[in-house]
């Protein structure tokens, strides 16, 4: 089944502690990035790539990090999380070029406490 | 940066009654997709459209890229079609090919 997976789905953390979120995708896409989702803000784009080892901020980086090593892994980084870094965030994935369809994760729902 | 505007932003259906949800946007577009967001926050993708008309089941979509809008129609609405539906363009041109988010028309079917 084509598919974007991540882990955890929840977490729940303390302040500085180093996590990464992941996300694999099986359907040999070039693009991938990472949105998060709060009240009122809708859903941000953080980070995206679009291919392996090409990476670039998105609408809202900061107090993130993002690799892509492989073409199916694209893993989302809090090097010291913060409780502003309390949200609901989900991965993407499409195949190169703006006009083709984005699947997305499950989302993974991370409070800072 | 483009922006994208839905609405109605909330809308309350008896069980079996029809919608239309809009999507307006403010410059071309090269895609347009429709999601919905399950009481449980997972993102459901409806239909990809950047012009033209689908339809699946109930549901159907029509994109009107000249225009600028996207409608959404629901029919014979169900109790599961609770959630929030969320229209996301690409701008022709965004270098980064980002999905812009409308903010959403939170929908809710009593039974």
Not at chain 1, 62 to 70: A, C, L, M, Q
Not at chain 1, 90 to 113: I, P
Request: proline share 5%; aromatic share 10%.
């Amino acid at each position: 089944e084509a598919q974007v997976t991540q882990n955890p789905r929840y977490l729940i953390t303390v302040t500085g502690k180093k996590l990464t979120v992941t996300c694999s995708q099986n359907m040999n896409h070039e693009y991938m990035s990472w949105y998060r989702q709060d009240p009122g803000l809708g859903l941000r784009q953080i980070y995206y790539s679009m291919n392996v080892e090409v990476t670039d901020k998105g609408d809202v980086p900061e107090g993130y990090k993002v690799s892509r090593k492989e073409k199916r892994n694209f893993p989302l980084i809090l090097e010291s999380p913060s409780p502003n870094q309390t949200s609901l965030y989900f991965c993407a994935s499409r195949l190169q070029g703006g006009n083709t369809e984005a699947f997305f994760g499950q989302g993974t729902r991370l409070t800072v406490v | 940066g483009i922006q994208v505007e839905q609405s109605p932003p909330d809308l309350i259906l008896q069980e079996g009654a029809n919608s239309t949800l809009r999507c307006n946007f403010s410059d071309s577009v090269n895609n347009l997709q429709w999601f919905h967001q399950n009481p449980w926050g997972q993102l459901i993708n409806l239909f990809y459209i950047p012009s033209g008309t689908k339809q699946n089941g109930r549901l159907s979509a029509t994109t009107v890229a000249t225009e600028r809008y996207s409608l959404l129609y629901i029919s014979s609405s169900q109790t599961t079609d609770t959630g929030v539906y969320f229209c996301a363009v690409v701008g022709w041109g965004n270098a980064g090919n980002m999905l812009t988010f409308g903010g959403g028309t939170r929908l809710m079917v009593k039974p």
